[in-house]
C-alpha cells in the first residue's frame, strides 16, 4: 500500500495551521511533514502548548531565516517526506476526511492541478 505524506511550510501563520490542523488528522495522510521556517515562536512549543500530539507529525525548524521564501520551505519538507504520494498544501486549506477518496490517485505520475480562474465559489478563489 502506498504511503500518503501531506507537506506543509508555515512563517509565523501559526493561529491558520491550528485552525485547520484536526481536518489534516482525520484524513488518510501517514505523515505531515511541517516546515517551521523560523517562525518566533517554534512550532514545536505551539503544537505542545495546544495539546496536539500525533506520531504521524513531523515538524522541521529551520532556523534564522530572515526572509519568508515559501518554495524554498517547501523543498525542505519535500525533501524529508517519505511518502509515495504528496499532498502539498499550504498551511490554512481545511481537507474533508474522504479527500483521498473523492480525489483517488492512480500508480505511477499523477499531479492535480488548479486554476483560482475556475473556482466554484468563493471559498475556492485561492486554491491552486
Known amino acids: 500500500m502506498s504511503k500518503i505524506s501531506l507537506v506543509t511550510a508555515c512563517k509565523n501563520r501559526e493561529a491558520n495551521l491550528l485552525k485547520v490542523i484536526e481536518s489534516w488528522l482525520l484524513s ?3 505523515e505531515f511533514v511541517i516546515v517551521d521556517w523560523s517562525c518566533d ?3 514545536f512549543d505551539t503544537f505542545h502548548q ?10 522541521l525548524r529551520v532556523e534564522d531565516e530572515p526572509r519568508w521564501i515559501l518554495t524554498h520551505a517547501y523543498n525542505v519538507g519535500l525533501k524529508r517526506s517519505e511518502g509515495d ?4 498544501l ?6 474533508t476526511k474522504n479527500f483521498f477518496a473523492i480525489n483517488a490517485l ?6 492535480r492541478l488548479g486554476s483560482w480562474r475556475l473556482a ?4 475556492q478563489a485561492y486554491i491552486n
Open 28 to 30: 488518510d495522510c501517514d
Open 41 to 43: 515562536v517554534p512550532l
Open 50 to 59: 495546544a495539546g496536539i500530539k500525533d506520531k504521524r507529525i513531523q515538524i
Open 85 to 88: 504520494n504528496i499532498l502539498k
Open 90 to 95: 499550504d498551511n490554512d486549506h481545511v481537507i
Open 106 to 111: 492512480s500508480e505511477g505520475l499523477d499531479a
Open 120 to 123: 466554484k465559489d468563493a471559498s
